[in-house]
Nanobody, 125 residues
Framework: QVQLVESGGGLVQAGGSLRLSCAASGRTFSTYTMAWFRQAVGKEREFVAALTWSDGSTYYADSVKGRFTISRDNAKNTVYLQMNSLKPEDTAVYHC??????????????????WGQGTQVAISS
């Protein structure tokens, strides 16, 4: 069982930055592929970024590529999402997700077994 707790959300102006953190429980954090998804009001949950456990490959949604960076610190059992050049359309609840040993279909929320409660990100224009 893995528990995920996100933090770092908030309200910022367009063009600003935020860094989200997701702290995970458990002693095998390094064997989990980690991802961030987001859900805006009235919209479906969408993939944002993922980082695979095996070789650290990163994947990004086209809408955030070049602005967001996913990273992890296995010693701290934490995954991060650095978000720069934020836009009002980035406003959403951001969720951290984890799955053991996944190297493919990282974009699919159904592939993930564990989810955090989410942290709200709001970008004002």
């Amino acid at each position: 069982q893995v528990q995920l707790v996100e933090s770092g959300g908030g309200l910022v102006q367009a063009g600003g930055s935020l860094r989200l953190s997701c702290a995970a429980s458990g002693r095998t954090f390094s064997t989990y592929t980690m991802a961030w998804f987001r859900q805006a009001v009235g919209k479906e949950r969408e993939f944002v970024a993922a980082l695979t456990w095996s070789d650290g490959s990163t994947y990004y949604a086209d809408s955030v590529k070049g602005r967001f960076t996913i990273s992890r610190d296995n010693a701290k059992n934490t995954v991060y999402l650095q978000m720069n050049s934020l836009k009002p359309e980035d406003t959403a609840v951001y969720h951290c997700a984890a799955v053991f040993g996944l190297d493919s279909v990282v974009y699919d929320p159904l592939a993930y077994d564990y989810w955090g409660q989410g942290t709200q990100v709001a970008i004002s224009s």
